[in-house]
């Protein structure tokens, strides 16, 4: 090969070198300062709830014409970022995570990015974890399979609390 072609190819490397780098340090820092990239992100970050059509929740047993005079009513964050969030419960699934299209959109680092969900089932809130990295808890035990969720009992995921409100 002639110096200049091993010139070139040189030159082609570094600077593939260099956009994976450049790249890298723009994960990083997104990762690290979690600074929303552009408007709509960040109209979303400062939003933090939002009341998004969520996705149909998978077919469930039966259910029997539940009771609905002790259920709860709303969902309020106690703790994290996000302190006197209110959401009006439904009958709709509600889906909490770092992704712009939850329920809940958290800002937590210690948040997946899907990482809960509660869903209404036989007149009772249920939480289930979607497979998180660090876990949901109820209360203090960690939720391994689904499990009700009464009214007044922290759910925490991160630095966000959780409660059921009547």
């Given at each position: 090969?002639?110096?200049?072609t091993?010139?070139l190819i040189?030159l082609?490397?570094?600077a ?7 790249a890298?340090?723009?994960v990083?820092r ?8 552009s ?7 400062s939003?933090?709830?939002?009341r ?6 998978p ?17 309020v ?20 995570g ?9 800002t937590?680092?210690?948040?997946s ?7 209404p089932?036989?007149?009772e809130?249920?939480v ?10 109820l209360?203090r ?9 009464p009214?007044g ?9 959780l409660?059921?409100r009547?």
């Open positions: 090969m002639n110096p200049l091993l010139d040189k082609a490397f570094l593939v070198l260099w956009l994976f780098v450049i890298a340090v723009g990083v997104t990762d690290l300062f979690d600074q929303p990239t408007a709509r992100k960040q109209r979303r970050a939003h933090g709830a939002r998004a059509p969520a996705p149909p929740a077919a469930m047993p039966a259910r029997s014409a539940p009771s609905r005079r002790g259920s709860a009513r709303q969902l964050v106690t703790g994290g970022s996000l302190t006197g969030t209110t959401i009006t419960l439904a009958d709709q699934q509600i889906t909490i770092r992704a712009p299209d939850a329920t809940l959109v958290l937590d680092d210690y948040a990015t899907r990482h809960a969900r509660l869903y089932q036989n007149g809130w249920i289930e974890d979607l497979g998180s990295t660090n876990g949901t808890y209360d035990q960690k939720v391994t399979q689904p499990m009700q969720v009214v009992v922290p759910v925490r995921i991160g630095k966000t609390v409660e059921l009547r």
